[in-house]
């Protein structure tokens, strides 16, 4: 199993597959590289795709100190460097959306085209979600929160698979930092420095990540479009698949 060494000495997982024009995908909160299995498939056939453990999940190292979205983009250029790769397409959901904010930011170079999915600015600009949602979440019963988390993700008819609720070997530490991370983002001030094409996906019922947020950021980055996908949650890019891949795989092939 390949492993890309970050800045700090972290070990951070990553696996290739596929061929075709590099894509980086970029997955969620608290998860690991399993937020793509359901769909990177699909994705293999045309792209030479490359998922990543964040550090704090999976097979990469757990240290036990700050995190940040800047962190985690340092260490996806991290894998890219370690994989050989100059430049890639960057397909980020969630928090994994913040992250490849600052990559295209920041390593302008490194990234083709840009998709940022169900994800926020950050900051004072962005949407919170409710105060009823954030209950919902923090409920002791930690059945009770899962299946407040399912709602969140997938509608009522959905039956899986549920790649996106986790990574179950999290230590609490790297729940926490993760957590923080994503709570601490502030792109605001750097889309509009972003040159990449870039397109923004996200669900008309999302709750969790409020769709207010995706004109947010499609009006910041210059250029940018944007597509919303009809009664989809959170999790829209597994849930609708068969919608949302080949919709972001004709705008990664111009």
């Known amino acids: 199993m390949p492993h890309a060494r970050a800045a700090d000495g972290t070990r951070l997982f990553y696996s290739v597959e596929g061929s075709g024009p590099p894509l980086l995908l970029i997955a969620g909160q608290s998860n690991s590289s399993r937020w793509w299995t359901q769909v990177r498939p699909d994705f293999a056939a045309r792209f030479t795709t490359i998922v990543t453990d964040h550090r704090g999940t999976g097979a990469s190292d757990k240290p036990d100190a700050p995190y940040s979205t800047q962190l985690f983009a340092s260490d996806c250029v991290a894998v890219l460097d370690d994989a050989g790769i100059d430049s890639a397409h960057v397909y980020g ?87 923080f991370a994503s709570a601490e983002h502030d792109a605001w001030d750097v889309l509009p420095s972003i040159t ?48 949302a891949t080949p919709l972001v795989m004709d705008f990664l092939s111009p």
């Not at 295209?104 to 170079?109: I, V």
């Not at 940018?224 to 698949?241: D, K, N, P, V």
């Open 93 to 179: 959901t969630s928090m994994g959306g913040r992250i490849a904010q600052w990559i295209a930011a920041s390593h302008g170079e490194r990234v083709n085209r840009l998709v940022l999915g169900c994800t926020s600015p950050g900051g004072p600009h962005a949407i919170e979600r409710s105060a009823e949602v954030r209950r919902s979440l923090a409920q002791v019963d930690a059945m009770k929160a899962r299946k407040a988390l399912e709602a969140l993700m997938y509608t009522p008819s959905y039956r899986g698979p549920f790649n996106t609720l986790g990574d179950p070997q999290m230590p609490p530490h790297a729940r926490k930092r993760h957590l």
């Open 196 to 243: 990449a094409p870039t397109l923004v996906v996200h669900g008309t019922d999302d709750i969790f990540n409020p769709t207010a947020n995706a004109p947010l950021i499609t009006e910041r980055i210059p250029g940018a479009r944007m597509h919303l996908i009809e009664g989809a949650r959170h999790g829209y890019f597994e849930e609708f698949r068969e919608i």
